[in-house]
C-alpha cells in the first residue's frame, strides 16, 4: 500500500512568489491535514480537508490557502511569500475503515530567499 | 485541545528502557492520547493511542493512569535508530469532525551505545 506522496521534496522561492504543494493521500482516506515545520514554532496545524471540504483551520494568515479534489488529492498554496515562510510543510491523510492514526508524508521542504 | 507537558529531552543508553511522561490536566472526556515520532527531515510516525489504562504493541507501552491526567509512554530495551522526537497529543480521534493534531515541543530522545 503505497505512502503519503509529497511533491515536491524540495523548493526554493523567491519573496513575493506564490508556491503550491501537492500531496496524494493514502488510497481510501478522505481526510488530508497541513502543517507547517519550523525550528522556532514546531510543528503548527495549518487546515484540514475532508471530502473536498475545508473541515478545519489553524492560525495563519489568508496568504495559506488549500483545497482538496474528488480523488482525495490536495493542494497547499501560499502566496506573496514571506521568508518567514521557509519550513517544512507537511502532510497527512487519515478517515479510512479502522483508521484511528495519520499518516505523514515526508514534507516539502520550503525555502525563501 | 488540551495542553501538554513533557520533559524537553532525555537520554539513554542501547538495552535500556525509555519512559515518557506527558501531563494533560485539562484532557476532555472524548480526548485520545496519541504518541508520534520523529526523525529528522522527516514526518512524523504514529506509535500508539490510547484511552484509558494501559495499550501495548509491537513497538511501545502506553500506561494512562484512571484520572487520565498524565500518561508514560514506555519505549523497552531502545536502541540508536530509536534516537528522534518523541510527541505527546491528546484531541479528538481521526473519525472526528474536530479532528486536528496539536503538536507541543516534543521530547528529544537520545540513545547513546
Known amino acids: 500500500k503505497a505512502g503519503v506522496t509529497q511533491t515536491p521534496r524540495y523548493l526554493i522561492k523567491t519573496r513575493g512568489q506564490q508556491v503550491t504543494l501537492s500531496c496524494s493521500p493514502i488510497s481510501g482516506h478522505r481526510s488530508v491535514s497541513w502543517y507547517q515545520q519550523t525550528p522556532g514554532q514546531g510543528l503548527q496545524f495549518l487546515f484540514e480537508?475532508?471530502?473536498?471540504?475545508?473541515?478545519n483551520k489553524g492560525n495563519f494568515p489568508g496568504r495559506f490557502s488549500g483545497r482538496q479534489f474528488s480523488n482525495s488529492r490536495s493542494e497547499m498554496n501560499v502566496s506573496t511569500l514571506e521568508l518567514g515562510d521557509s519550513a517544512l510543510y507537511l502532510c497527512?491523510?487519515?478517515?479510512?475503515?479502522?483508521?484511528?492514526?495519520?499518516?505523514f508524508g515526508q514534507g516539502t521542504r520550503l525555502t525563501v530567499v | 485541545l488540551a495542553k501538554t507537558t513533557q520533559p524537553i529531552s532525555m537520554d539513554s543508553y542501547e538495552g535500556q528502557e525509555v519512559n515518557i511522561t506527558c501531563s494533560h490536566n485539562?484532557?476532555?472526556?472524548?480526548?485520545?492520547i496519541t504518541w508520534y515520532q520523529q526523525f529528522p527531515s522527516q514526518g512524523p510516525r504514529f506509535i500508539i493511542q490510547?484511552?484509558?489504562t494501559k495499550v501495548t504493541n509491537e513497538v511501545a507501552s502506553l500506561f494512562i493512569p484512571a484520572d487520565r491526567k498524565s500518561s508514560t509512554l514506555s519505549l523497552p530495551r531502545v536502541s540508536l535508530s530509536d534516537t528522534a522526537v518523541y510527541y505527546c497529543?491528546?484531541?479528538?480521534?481521526?473519525?472526528?469532525?474536530?479532528?486536528?493534531?496539536?503538536f507541543g515541543a516534543g521530547t528529544t530522545v537520545t540513545v547513546r551505545a
Open positions: 497529543l491528546v484531541g479528538p480521534s481521526p473519525r472526528s469532525n474536530d479532528y486536528k493534531l496539536s
Open positions: 490510547g484511552y484509558k
Open positions: 497527512a491523510s487519515s478517515g479510512g475503515q479502522g483508521v484511528t492514526e495519520a499518516f
Open positions: 480537508y475532508f471530502s473536498e471540504t475545508q473541515r
Open positions: 485539562n484532557i476532555a472526556t472524548n480526548d485520545y
